[in-house]
Nanobody, 121 residues
């Protein structure tokens, strides 16, 4: 499975962005999809994950209530709607896929290239 993330950019604090992750080369609907992020000098951290059917979602406490993960299996795409963005959300965001619901980066099997999100204060 190949993954390609897009939708990052520069936004002011309080603003919104929607990230997309397009998948190809596999049966994406059978995979769990997730988003992780990595800020400069920090380890890659879990953001959100969604089950293959889309009916189960998990979020990091730091984004709960502000971010929403979703998927469209017909379009082989997962999304991350980010609202009420804060400067602390600034990071490179990566999409990932796995066959299990995982919150640890090492348990994800496939990774896309990241997309930069910068939130100015």
């Amino acid at each position: 499975v190949q993954l390609q993330a897009s939708g990052g950019g520069l936004v002011q604090a309080g603003g919104s962005l929607r990230l997309s992750c397009a998948a190809s080369g596999g049966t994406f609907s059978s995979f769990v999809g997730g988003w992780f992020r990595q800020a400069p000098g920090k380890e890659r951290e879990f953001v959100a994950v969604i089950s293959w059917s889309g009916d189960i979602t998990w979020y990091a406490d730091s984004v709960k209530g502000r971010f929403a993960i979703s998927r469209d299996n017909a379009e082989n795409t997962i999304y991350l709607q980010m609202n009420s963005l804060k400067p602390d959300d600034t990071a490179v965001y990566y999409c990932a896929a796995s066959d299990i619901m995982a919150v640890v980066a090492s348990e994800m099997d496939y990774w896309g290239e990241g997309t930069q999100v910068t939130v100015s204060s």
